[in-house]
């Protein structure tokens, strides 16, 4: 894995990280490149099979999925197999899979987080209802 600095490297000799071509700081296209790579293709069939996977990928391929379509949703799991491929190799580690119900979790609190933090800069307070109705049944009894 010393042919490739880093993970990015990697997943560009793939054909499977987004391109980047931009002008006068337009971007033009992110499309990948197109490559005949027979590893790419695996790991996009690997990425498909993780439709119905109850693992933290296979929650990350429903998402994209959900976001910008099926082709551009097997392409994106596939880059990330690729980089979790290569720091297995490159480190000598095995892989732990820390579940869908705990990638969901996370993906939640960073989405609230974003959105407190947005709506502080336009000046309003997030609340939480939950809280809320437990503070207003406590005032009232």
Not at 58 to 76: C, D, L, N, S, W
Request: hydrophobic share 35%.
């Amino acid at each position: 894995m010393n042919r490739w600095p880093t993970e990015k490297h990697f997943g560009s000799w793939l054909g499977l990280s987004p391109g980047s071509k931009i002008t006068g700081g337009k971007v033009i296209s992110t499309k990948t490149k197109k490559c005949a790579n027979r590893a790419a293709h695996t790991l996009r069939l690997a990425a498909y099979s993780l439709q119905r996977s109850n693992s933290a990928t296979g929650a990350f391929f429903r998402r994209k999925k959900a976001q910008k379509g099926p082709a551009k949703a097997i392409t994106a799991t596939a880059y990330k197999l690729a980089r979790i491929i290569y720091h297995m190799l490159k480190n000598g580690t095995e892989y732990k899979d820390i579940g869908q119900d705990y990638y969901e979790k996370r993906y939640k609190d960073r989405l609230l987080a974003s959105l407190k933090r947005r709506a502080k800069e336009f000046g309003y307070d997030l609340i939480d209802i939950k809280e809320q109705q437990a503070v207003m049944s406590a005032a009232q009894g």
